[in-house]
């Protein structure tokens, strides 16, 4: 018997090498907090993997799309950017979270082991090229999230919200399985670029286009898009905050790089176009609008991020290349700014409950007495907006315009309307910081300063706003990815 199938070749640990470091920095967080309870080391060994993790794949970005570990993983090109945005979301949440867990009592070791183990799924969940691959790095994904959102046991919300997010993950997971076998039972084959030539050959019948709906719905759930979404306030609310701004923007970049490589590379557009848009409008419409009504401020960011999940489905809606890439520039550029917008709202709480209960006009002040939470927020929220030249407008250009040349412009104009919208309650929370005065019984941050090495963090997010405004490179990188998808995939009739 030939055992050597059952081990990669070489060259698969080199190109799967940022997963393999990351899962062994998290066996040794377990091992060192074993020997070291909650020591602060174990952050600083998190912390080190996902910088050296990065950097490698910042050193491969520029390389082309290949497969690994027998055709299951994309490596280089885009997988590479998807890769290093959600390197990049977990380092600055392991900087901004270890002083915030030290206050709260929670910082263990643990914290940081799932922590990159869900790295590891989201990934692999960005990089599948095979539905076997794309299943395990969700999964992997969710159960550590479902956890880290009851870090904070003693709390009723955080048990409230982690059953939310895990009884109805469990059902949207159960849809996506099932799609997965209905595709299989169709095809014949789980690897995305197999897809194409299937369908050319074999009639798409109703199992097929069964499992691709069913697909759909466990993807809009994973990225809150509606009708899918009820469950992200109550979990963002309810988590440690910069465990709500890592989940808002890493496992979504995952979840978003997995549609666009099932999307594009595998199904046929004229199919699921029309659903996507559709979805798309009432995310961003139901998002922006229902955001306006909230009084606490990180539900306001929940459905501020239901919005944004609209923007990005509007990219990936005119199924081409550019808006691919512009979809995934988004992602990077969102990541940026809602990590920074958690992590400032972290170090402002006060009520001794993650934020639970904590409204807008309990900020009243807080960016003239803590200058540098009040400039960063304020770069944050203004690029949310899209307000120019900062690089979340450039980001909003990069999906509308592909929706107008795809024959969306009405979709590309609802983005445009609703993002008007979305300027009353970021304005809003800008407004109460820097102008409305704070009350003489207001009650103080729990936090007297912010760390050192989480003022960095933030304002690292402010200046890499800032810079990706004059770094057209990113968006290059990107578009160079899909220069080499095949037309019959890209529009297949």
């Known amino acids: 018997m030939d055992i050597t199938f059952y081990f990669p070749p070489l060259a698969d640990y080199v190109a799967t090498f940022p997963m393999l470091v990351l899962a062994v920095a998290a066996l040794l967080c377990v091992v060192v907090d074993i020997f070291y309870n909650d020591a602060k080391g174990v952050a600083i060994l998190a912390g080190a993997s996902l910088l050296v993790t990065l950097l490698f794949e910042a050193a491969r970005l520029s390389l082309p799309p290949a497969k690994a570990l027998y055709g299951m993983v994309y490596v280089g090109g885009t997988a590479s950017l998807v890769n290093m945005t959600i390197l990049f979301s977990g380092f600055l949440t392991v900087l901004i979270a270890q002083p915030y867990l030290k206050r709260l009592g929670r910082n263990y070791g643990e914290v940081y082991a799932l922590l990159l183990v869900a790295v ?98 466990g993807f809009f759930f994973k990225v809150s898009a509606v009708p899918f979404h009820m469950w ?90 550019e808006g691919y890439a512009g979809a995934l520039y988004y992602l990077l550029v969102y990541t940026v700014m809602n990590v920074g917008a958690f992590g400032v709202l972290a170090y402002l709480e006060h009520d001794n409950r993650q934020g639970d209960t904590q409204t807008v006009d309990s900020l009243a002040g807080t960016g003239q007495r803590y200058p540098l939470l009040g400039v960063v927020m304020a770069v944050c929220l203004f690029s949310l907006l899209g307000f120019p030249p ?10 509308f315009g592909p929706a107008v040349k795809s024959g969306l412009a009405w979709l590309a104009v609802a983005g445009v309307l609703t993002s008007a919208v979305s300027a009353a309650y970021y304005l809003r929370v800008l407004y109460v910081m820097w102008m409305k005065p704070s009350p003489d019984d207001a009650v103080a941050p729990q936090f007297e300063g912010v760390p050192p090495l989480a003022a960095v963090a933030l304002a690292g997010c402010a200046a890499f706003l800032l810079l990706l405004t004059f770094t057209p490179w990113v968006m290059d990188a990107a578009v160079a990815f899909f220069r080499d998808v095949p037309a019959a995939i890209v529009s297949l009739p």
């Open 120 to 217: 590891v799924g989201m990934m692999a969940l960005g990089s599948a090229a095979n539905l076997l691959t794309l299943f395990a790095g969700l999964e992997t994904m969710s159960v550590c999230l479902y956890i880290l959102t009851a870090l904070v046991r003693e709390k009723d919300g955080a048990i409230e919200s982690a059953l939310k997010y895990f009884l109805l993950g469990a059902f949207s997971t159960g849809f996506l399985l099932y799609g997965i076998a209905l595709i299989y039972g169709a095809t014949g084959t789980m690897d995305l670029s197999d897809f194409a030539d299937r369908l050319a050959s074999t009639n798409a019948g109703v199992m097929f286009w069964g499992g691709t709906a069913l697909l759909l719905v």
């Open 390 to 399: 900062l690089a979340g407008f450039f980001g909003k250009v990069y999906v």
């Open 232 to 321: 992200t306030p109550d979990v963002y609310q309810g988590a440690p905050t910069p465990i709500s701004g890592f989940m808002a923007t890493a496992s979504k970049t995952s979840a978003f790089a997995a549609m666009v490589l099932v999307l594009g590379r595998a199904l046929p557009s004229a199919q699921w176009q029309t659903t996507v848009a559709i979805v798309a409008l009432l995310s961003m419409v139901i998002g922006n609008f229902v955001a306006l009504a909230q009084s606490n401020v990180k539900r306001m960011l929940a459905y501020s991020s239901i919005a944004h999940a609209g923007y990005v489905l509007t990219g990936i809606a005119s199924a081409t290349p």
